[in-house]
């Protein structure tokens, strides 16, 4: 008998994950969660300038997080007979969380601006994963030319994309559909 698997799923590091169910208030810190992005995403004192509406989006593009966090039977995404894995979708939303949480934390900016928008992701992560919060490493940035506030402007919006994945993900998860 020959196992086959494909070669990004043997390849993949994947920490140890809880494999209960996302709670409802997991559901609610990513609800919240989506409030401070817009909020942020409104600030015109931060974006003076610039309309974050209208920009383009810069996406974690390390993470597979809308493929692997697709439901079962998905047809979204081009995929259709798939098993939902819990586990790997999981890994993947941690390290989309854990990518924007560094980038975030190094933007006291947008945290003088919206000061619960770190508490809001660091309330999602601390409660709904087994993980410890990642240090940061990135330099402090304050966002003060055009183009360093363009930047965070654009990757406020790809993190608001993101979180909806996962909002519905962690929906999913909590509404046990995937273990039918």
């Known amino acids: 008998m020959m196992l086959s698997l494909p070669m990004w799923q043997i390849s993949e590091s994947l920490p140890v994950m809880s494999t209960t169910p996302m709670t409802d208030s997991c559901v609610n810190y990513t609800r919240m969660l989506l409030e401070k992005i817009t909020q942020a995403l409104n600030q015109t004192e931060l974006f003076t300038g610039i309309n974050c509406t209208e920009q383009n989006m810069e996406l974690n593009t390390n993470t597979n997080t809308p493929f692997v966090c697709a439901p079962k039977e ?43 928008f770190n508490h809001s992701l660091r309330e999602l992560m601390e409660n709904c994963f087994e993980e410890s919060l990642p240090t940061n490493e990135t330099p402090v940035n304050h966002a003060s030319t055009y183009s360093e506030r363009l930047n965070l402007c654009k990757t406020l919006r790809g993190f608001q994309v993101r979180t909806i994945t996962v909002s519905r993900a962690i929906s999913y998860m909590s509404s046990g559909e995937h273990t039918k």
């Open 74 to 116: 998905a047809t979204c995404l081009g995929k259709s007979e798939l098993d939902f894995n819990q586990e790997s979708c999981l890994s993947n939303i941690w390290r989309d969380l854990s990518h924007y949480y560094k980038f975030f934390t190094a933007q006291p900016d947008l945290l003088q601006h919206v000061p619960t």
